[in-house]
């Protein structure tokens, strides 16, 4: 089989599970992003060298609590300031971990990570991020899939225009030192095509108010620029682990981290601006 039927193959099963998990139950949904979770835990212990073990434990744990608070019956297990408090207390420490992962992408003397770093990272890097992907289709009216597939449409929509536009007309390098195939005419082609698509997914698949369409702009141009930098920051772990893909689980394509190194990024920007959101509201 050659490399662009397998691929293709692979990318359509991903596509095809994600899309269908996320619609099917609320169960299916955590269940598959459970397990995302865990494999991009090992894929992660295995860019920085730590022992698998303790890190495994650690997720399936938080993934758990998580998933406890969530669902439970105000009064039963936790009151619902409780899970408010939880929700903001995973948000600031995950920003605080982005803005030290900013730093690890800029850093040109960072050839190693030390011992304390690779945890934290793993903690506010991996773990927590997709604890708030799971967080991100729930809103006042329950859960509502197509928040998350919306985002994933303009993830790969920006991706995929950033890749034609940059090889169109590509000049400029926009961090070659870390991703010498990236341009600052495929960045800005991307996210210029993720505003056009936001546009139409508001006012056509989650119908929102043609007043409120500036909302889903604003998702898009937040998954233009995070979604690039979550990208070029896993980029930079694998060059510092000398390794070309995070892993070998989807052919073609690499490992989990490979293909969700840009949502672990943008959902926390989203998450965050939806609390600015509801506070300005």
Not at 251 to 266: A, C, E, N, W
Request: glycine share 6%; proline share 2%; hydrophobic share 55%.
């Amino acid at each position: 089989m050659n490399e662009t039927l397998k691929r293709s193959i692979s990318g359509a099963v991903y596509i095809v599970l994600l899309i269908a998990s996320i619609l099917y139950s609320t169960d299916s949904f955590f269940i598959l992003f459970g397990v995302f979770l865990l494999i991009a835990t090992f894929e992660f212990c295995n860019l920085v060298q730590i022992n698998k073990i303790i890190p495994i434990v650690l997720a399936a744990s938080f993934f758990s609590l998580f998933y406890m608070i969530s669902f439970a019956k105000e009064g039963l297990l936790f009151d619902l300031r409780f899970s408010k408090n939880f929700d903001l207390s995973v948000l600031f420490f995950t920003l605080f971990v982005f803005i030290k992962c900013i730093h690890f992408l800029f850093d040109n003397k960072a050839v190693k990570i030390d011992s304390f770093s690779k945890y934290v990272y793993l903690l506010g890097y991996i773990i927590l991020p997709f604890i708030i992907i799971t967080k991100i289709p729930f809103g006042k009216d329950g859960y509502n899939p197509k928040i998350l597939i919306s985002i994933f449409i303009l993830i790969w929509t920006n991706d995929t225009f950033a890749y034609i536009v940059g090889k169109s007309i590509g000049r400029t390098k926009l961090f070659e030192r870390i991703s010498p195939k990236k341009t600052i005419e495929g960045f800005f082609g991307g996210v210029v095509f993720a505003v056009v698509v936001s546009y139409v997914i508001a006012k056509y698949y989650i119908e929102i108010a043609e007043s409120n369409i500036y909302i889903w702009i604003i998702i898009a141009i937040i998954v233009g620029f995070f979604g690039t930098v979550g990208d070029l920051i896993e980029s930079k772990f694998k060059r510092v682990a000398g390794v070309k893909d995070s892993g070998k689980i989807m052919p073609g394509h690499g490992g989990v981290l490979d293909r969700l190194d840009s949502v672990i990024f943008v959902a926390p920007i989203v998450f965050l601006f939806y609390q600015i959101l509801n506070y300005v509201s």
